[in-house]
């Protein structure tokens, strides 16, 4: 039943270089067609095979990529001794299963975000990629935008000063997904770029949501998160908005940013103090009364498609060149926090304790 | 002690016309100015005095109002039989006893949001403004504004369905009022305007802050609201925001508004499904989906400024000609939805019901 | 030395469907991986061949497009009886004499803007294409965008009135092209748009320009365009500007449109005059002043990649299902105002007829 | 017949500041109540008389300014022995008689732009202003603005380079004024600007323009203009346009500007090449590359009322203090240019020299 179609000989003069990372893809559908088009055109990875339940799907891959294996059963992907890794963008559910499988078949994984549906299987995951010794990387993609990156070094640098508040709107008219909602579809996105630029453990959250289309998962949520320090962090996240708003505001003691992903040319604008040190408390409120009358700045963004860089990463990761930066730590955690939001939401917006 | 000025004897060739209101402003700080220029400009009012304790204000006063009484004592407003209302624009904690006054001694009054600090405060100068039959109304600015209008045409007239969620986003870099929270300082505007377009008594309540520039105040805070419908509602208001958003997303099943106040010349935006029935879920689903595909309308907007319809309608509704659009009673609820959020905040977030 | 690299078979299981229009490409630098994705994704076409004289660029194409046959010589490509079309994205200098081969060779002709670097080279192209009973068009993609479509549908509904002008920016950051100044480049863009939407020929255009960087070539233009009626034309063309501007304001008395192509969601704003009979001076005075007062449409459009609708637009009228809505003509005219443009840039600025 | 109000004598309590200029406004039309309004408000001038020919105008200025002089003649301001200078908002057809005569009385005059409608008119009011020994200033407001300001000390520090171009568009749905075409009412807005700030005399102008409205007058028009050097500048000014748009764009060799009036907080954004030498052709190419990379900034701005420092800027030149900064030079030389492009929009676009 399954319609395996092998892949047609390269031809000698233009094989695909050995040095290059043989990379399939597991799932074809809304993502899935992104990885397929950055694995093709990364210098440093192959697409080497496509899978997907659909012949539909596959039909269309083959119209781009017609020397890639196309298969409706990804497990002809897993028992190729010649591929490297899989790239998965199957829905959350089948996450667990299948990335187990994959990393015992001995392929390096990157798999969609988020890692897991429950910290469990999510620590297991990592686990099994231990025990395997095979690379797990979530595709968080902001990660690798220019816009994370450039504040990772303010952040790296010391140069935001205490953080303040973490505020973020990622909002749209969403494709409706009956079996998430709209916390674990979006959250994820925020919660990973903010605990990649923070580096501070969520301490309580507390989750307000309302179900207006579909009775069974919210479309609309409000995550307000709680740290050690007087940090306080707040997410919006939303399925029936009129337009779509991807905007975060940071607030620091010695910088503030404005990161708004719907600008064409200026995503990022930095704000300064002007005050490096503040002594006492009336310095700060002084620093504080400056901000509004420094320059903004927009800095310069590196504009490589952020999925771009991820897949560069990945081959670089899988190699040994780099240490992930989107690893399985950072997906439990994003698990771990978007469980306990969850667990809020069931009972009423109470704030409820991230346990480790 | 106190310096009063008596007012000079206006010209008998141009008195102010006796048909005209005769309005006194008490406190001429950071919004009396304002009051005191649309009393002077609204062919319906004379501006007639103005107290306040500081002569330099007064003096500034003096440069712009050279007729007006000018005074370092409020009694002799309260006290001029001619004088027929004041406009208060004094620190929250002192307008329950100077409105007391000031009704009792025959005024109308219109007074600073929010009305008092306490429900019970609210709940008495309400009694005691029916009690002397004189007009008290809350300058909640917003709802004189074109956009607030405009919005509450479509909510009278039954366009916007049921109404799923109301979001609004306050936040600048602002003046530190060492008295008061964030929240006492702007939620106000957020909930005057929620109450006045949607007629729905807010059930329950959720309040997260935080204070990072002053030990005693919050500086930031999200607001959670539910009510007995599914809508959800939710106040983000900030005093350390590196640039000044002022933003309202209302989603209705029949329309959605995008209402943002830092846009110079179109402040509102409609959104129309297209779908004005929905049998069923699926129609609704449907509908949904076809929101992103219609034409958005940014309908023309009255531009007079909020101020100036406010003060003529203030001497309507004291000649009886309107019913007060911001009256006691909207100042009590937004007073009591704000005091539950204060009790939410100080126990750590915990919803708090709306007591009535 | 042409290293000529032989298509593979096609696999039988999934060969391209015959009812598809066999499509090469010849010039793959900057816009030609563009024309190969479309021809590539459209399911009219199918991409056969891509020629370039660079072996990286080929090594590039063979990335994305491993069964496509690739080839340094494009001779290869006209002579296989297999192809049915080409599109040439090659420097203007080298249009005329490929376009013309390419319709001896039986083959049917999209070509990048401008069709030819003079008027003679112009209408001697569209005269072999007439011979040949090949379909010849002309690469503006623009006409494809939702935007234009959305303002053509207007124009053919009568919903303008009498165009009163067509102002239009396009600039930006370029990148210097020595061979061709900044109106042979840009211009060819807003000048098919405003024929295509018109149905006016311009009868006077006067240029001016500057060169800053280069001694050769202007990177800096103005023209301002006349008509037999009183409708006035303009576009700035730029390639020294900071930030990217494309931006089209179109007068008319019953319509304006302002098509800004730098905005996310609302491309083009349509304003309505709502007096659509104006039988006196004095009622178009009135109407203007309505303008200013009346909603603002954000019309609905439609989001396809225009590369994409021209593609498959292509092909329908190579099968005689749609009349070429691009094709030699407008071409043609779009080379005649370039022409006169360049004359009167030549004698600084002094206004030029364009002959006919 | 003239309805002169005798003004009441101030209480002795509060006079005015004998070191305040004493000021009278002729003219209370649309302009005239702002100069009013900031001649009142700042603290080296005393808003002394306002005339003007309606009574309606004198009745609104006699609410807000009840101490001051109202009068219907401008004669009783120009004989006032105690009034020092005048502020005239009228018509440009009347300012040449107007600012003689009041110069002639011994009053130091800011007349409206443009400062008269022909040179020789202009050069007259220069003449006798010098020989009555009294400052002759025109209102170019847009010189006071924190946007132009910042952008003069970028110039006079030497830190834009050579100017390549400058860009100006200003456009609205306007007033229309029958008397003067919209070159007259709105180029001279950023005629002046452009002078300001560049310092280079245009040697030749080109003009076109339509009548689209109005029979008699322009509505829109579009300026090149030519220098020395091989700076090219261009204006457009546009009556019908739907939207309200004041945007300039600067482009040097070593900064380029964008400096947008209708941005609320960011009205300036600097772009810097981050190349301050280049010694060749390649070098500077190269400079002009990395324009697109480097940082962009949106320095702070003093957002002080152009028109209160251009008031103060007045009494302080009046004192000699400083000097005029859009004196009678100025004045004349935006007038000279404005009628070289008056003549050739008469002459259908011909390019006139600007005869000096």
């Known amino acids: 039943m399954t319609a395996t179609i092998t892949r047609p000989k390269l031809e000698p003069a233009v094989p695909p270089s050995h040095a290059r990372l043989r990379v399939g893809v597991i799932g074809y559908g809304y993502w899935g067609p992104n990885l397929a088009r950055n694995i ?46 899989v790239f998965i963008a199957t829905p959350p559910e089948s996450h667990h299963d299948l990335v187990i499988e994959a990393l015992e078949a001995g392929k390096h994984v990157l798999v969609e975000k988020p890692l897991a549906t429950s910290v469990e299987d999510a620590e297991h995951m990592a686990a099994v990629a ?14 690798f935008t220019g816009a994370v990156r450039r504040m990772k070094e303010y952040f ?27 916390i ?6 925020d919660l990973s770029i903010m605990l990649h630029l923070l580096d501070q453990p969520v301490r309580r959250i507390s989750a307000f949501g309302a179900r207006h289309v579909d009775t069974n998962v919210e479309n609309i949520a409000y995550l307000t998160l709680e740290f050690d320090s007087d940090l306080l962090a707040h ?12 905007r975060t505001i940071i607030g620091g003691s010695r ?11 200026e995503k990022l604008r930095v704000y300064d103090s002007g005050a ?14 400056e901000y509004r009358t420094g320059d903004v700045i927009a800095p310069r963004l590196d504009k490589t498609e952020a999925l771009a860089a991820e897949t560069a990463h990945f081959a670089r990761a899988v190699r040994g060149l780099e240490a992930p930066i989107s690893g399985a730590e950072l997906g439990i955690e994003v698990v771990r926090v978007i469980s306990a939001a969850q667990e809020s939401l069931c009972r009423g917006g109470v704030p409820i304790e991230v346990s480790r």
């Open 276 to 289: 490096h040190l503040c002594d006492s408390r009336e310095d700060m409120y002084r620093a504080f009364v």
């Open 130 to 143: 231990e025990r395997c010794g095979r690379v797990l990387t979530v595709d968080h993609t902001f990660l």
């Open 255 to 265: 910088k503030m940013f404005v990161y708004d992903d719907g600008e064409a040319s």
């Open 184 to 189: 674990w579809d979006l959250a994820p996105h």
């Open 40 to 85: 093709a055109q990364c210098s440093e990875t192959a697409l080497w095979a496509i899978s997907d339940l659909s012949p539909k799907r596959l039909a269309s891959a083959r119209d781009l990529f017609p020397l890639t294996t196309l298969t409706a059963d990804y497990h002809d992907l897993l028992r190729d001794p010649d591929l490297d890794a």
């Open 156 to 182: 790296d640098r010391g140069e935001v000063g205490d953080v303040y508040y973490y505020d973020s709107i990622r909002i749209n008219l969403g494709l409706f997904n009956h079996e998430t909602n709209v």
């Open 235 to 246: 997410f919006h996240v939303n399925w029936l908005a009129p337009a779509k708003v991807r």
